[in-house]
């Protein structure tokens, strides 16, 4: 990748496999850079959710937590969860069940414009629950966050020890999706059970995409 600029690289990654339609393409809230919730609060109060208060989400909270597991953060490429070789594998999906003023769909979260881009119409929610074991909270949610990863970005350069770094990345950007949630006072719980075929499947992931990590997302 040497001799490629910041822009090379992001159009190389982002927005991926789908075609850029304005109409399916949502502008999301600026994200905001300060609260009240110092870094030792939110690791202090971290905590897997699986029970929602059913009410629906605010745009700008999803902004927010999008923006957390893979927002740009400078340079108009550097992320908010390191990356080896900052070659950025993970691909954020939203299932959208109730958020205020969005349609419910599957929607890619596209890092470049901090936008979201609606891939599938109708709520799938129900759909996830059966294939992830039944486990309720994925059905109770209002929203649920999937990460995907595609590994060829990094075993091109790493070889077959891409995969791991994958891995460990899905990792980085939970985290941050968990902490971010309690400043928003949000919940969430990393699933890991699922079949990822059936996952793939109902999200229409690219063949080059497996799922990694399910997290339902709700008010607590």
């Avoid at 699922?194 to 995409?209: H, K, R």
């Amino acid at each position: 990748m040497s001799g490629n600029t910041e822009k090379d690289r992001n159009d190389q990654f982002d927005p991926g496999t789908y075609p850029v339609d304005q109409s399916l393409e949502l502008e999301l809230p600026e994200p905001i850079l300060e609260s009240s919730t110092s870094i030792e609060q939110a690791l202090a109060e971290r905590q897997s959710v699986r029970s929602y208060s059913g009410r629906s989400l605010a745009l700008s909270d999803v902004s927010q937590l999008l923006w957390a597991a893979q927002g740009i953060t400078r340079d108009s490429f550097f992320r908010t969860a390191p990356s080896a070789g900052a070659l950025y594998p993970l691909e954020v999906y939203l299932v959208v069940g109730n958020v205020d003023g969005v349609v419910a769909g599957v929607y890619r979260y596209v890092s470049s414009r901090h936008s979201m881009l609606r891939v599938l119409d109708g709520d799938r929610r129900d759909e996830l629950c059966r294939v992830s074991l039944s486990q309720p909270q994925i059905r109770d949610a209002a929203a649920v966050v999937v990460i995907a990863a595609d590994y060829s970005r990094t075993t091109v350069k790493y070889g077959i020890r891409g995969i791991r770094y994958a891995h460990v990345e899905v990792g980085f950007a939970a985290e941050n999706v968990y902490l971010q949630g309690v400043s928003l006072g949000i919940g969430t719980c990393a699933v890991g059970a699922f079949d990822d075929g059936e996952v793939a499947s109902i999200l229409d992931l690219p063949v080059n995409e497996e799922p990694l990590l399910i997290m339902p997302i709700g008010y607590v």
